[in-house]
């Protein structure tokens, strides 16, 4: 039994040539691919090169920087059928992460720092981790302590990074810091933030991997920057703004991510009605049992729900909605789309019962990579906090 490619929730319309491509790279890497850059805690280095080589890395960049200049509803389109492919988060940080990045640098670089670095990043040659979270500070980006003290031509870096991916490969990080105390003179707690383009690889900086429990082939880590030299001219954007430029990328991280979550929800819910036909016990098919039945027929109406929430903030996005009605639609969407991807990997765990827990089966693997997205990158609770006072206009809860 399977679900008719008709039915199957997804995001956006139109895009028929985007999926059909990606599905033909992804069928390259079987599971057991994914199964194996788990275990070994390896990066998929041969999948991130095929999707550099295909433009899909950086589709999203404007042509004049060398990126395919697709609007944000192609790119959910296509990280949509990453996260269907089977590879789950793993396969799904891979493609994206160098979109935030490169958003920043193209939006807020200078020159100097577009020269430096933009070419090597779109070929895929320059990995660069995203340094915000720290582990006294949490969703309050404003009580971040590291500090960049400007000394004549150069920032002075000193403070610590949690969770930072790919930071054992990467060469560079782009890093949010203090230039001004938190409220100094009257100040907004969110000024006196800046982003610095820093380097890793250097006596200045230690680097200790997380051990996790899951998605282990995209390594995450503690960073740590004991008076790190940071040029300058690697400053992005306007000092002490940082934390307004983080903004404006972070509505279309919150889409990307909820579109990758329906695409695992899908992998996941197809996975469970192909067993729930297959399995027989006493005589017949557990599909044909309402309580298998109806948890995977309330996941489809969830996925479905998402998927259309990922489609309205998409086009909205691309329509040049506000920005403030656009992280309306791009909240609502990572909320519905991490839960119901998460619900859904749940039910298929109790569908295939003891067998979930067998690797041959990769439901595990999903459930335990997709639980972080009710957290990250933003809480969950956080985005109801976000809609009570935001959007219903109750007062603010902290």
């Keep these: 039994m399977a679900i008719k490619p008709e039915h199957l929730p997804i995001t956006t319309v139109g895009h028929d040539d ?3 491509s990606v599905r033909s790279l992804n069928a390259k890497y079987p599971l057991e691919y994914w199964s194996q850059k788990e275990e070994k805690q390896e990066f998929p280095q041969e999948y991130f090169d095929d999707f550099v080589r295909a433009g899909w890395t950086t589709m999203t960049v404007p042509e004049e920087y060398g990126g ?4 944000v509803s192609q790119a959910s389109a296509m990280l949509e059928e990453v996260g269907a492919s089977g590879g789950a988060t793993a396969a799904c ?4 992460s160098s ?6 640098l193209i939006k807020y670089g200078s020159d100097t720092v ?3 670095y933009l070419n090597r990043m779109v070929a895929g040659e320059l990995a660069v981790s995203f340094g915000v979270t720290e582990p006294n500070a949490g969703t309050d980006t404003t009580r971040i302590a590291t500090t960049a003290v400007r000394d004549g031509d150069r920032y002075v870096v000193n403070g610590q990074k949690v969770w930072n991916s790919h930071a054992q490969r990467a060469e560079k990080v782009l890093l949010l810091c203090r230039t001004s105390p938190r409220g100094a003179n009257g100040a907004k707690p969110t000024d006196g933030l800046t982003m610095l383009m820093a380097d890793l690889k250097v006596p200045e900086v230690t680097i200790r991997k997380i051990a ?12 740590w920057f004991n008076d790190l030299s940071v040029d300058a001219d690697d400053l992005v954007g306007t000092e002490g703004k940082g934390f307004y430029q983080i903004l404006a990328s972070v509505n279309t991280e919150r889409i990307f991510l909820a579109a990758e979550c329906v695409g695992m929800g899908r992998w996941c819910l197809e996975r469970a009605v192909e067993y729930a036909g297959e399995r027989v016990v006493f005589d017949r098919p557990i599909g044909k049992n309402q309580s298998v039945q109806h948890p995977l027929a309330q996941s489809y109406i969830e996925l479905s729900g998402a998927a259309l929430a990922v489609r309205e903030a998409a086009e909205a996005y691309d329509a ?10 791009a909240n609502t969407a990572k909320f519905l789309a991490s839960e119901a ?5 749940d039910r298929a765990m109790q569908v295939h019962g003891g067998y979930s827990f067998a690797t041959e089966y990769h439901i595990g693997r999903h459930w335990i990579e997709l639980r972080p997205h009710r957290i990250a990158p933003v809480n969950n609770q956080m985005v109801l906090n976000f809609i009570g006072e935001k959007v219903l206009g109750l007062p603010r809860s902290y």
């Design 114 to 116: 577009k020269e430096r």
């Design 320 to 329: 040049g909605a506000p920005a403030k009605e656009v992280g309306r639609l």
């Design 341 to 345: 991807a998460f619900n859904t990997a």
């Design 93 to 96: 940080s891979t493609v994206h």
């Design 99 to 104: 979109h935030i990045s490169i958003s920043s």
């Design 18 to 20: 985007i999926r059909e």
């Design 68 to 71: 395919g200049g697709a609007s």
């Design 212 to 223: 996790k429990l899951g998605r282990n082939a995209v390594d995450s880590n503690e960073v």
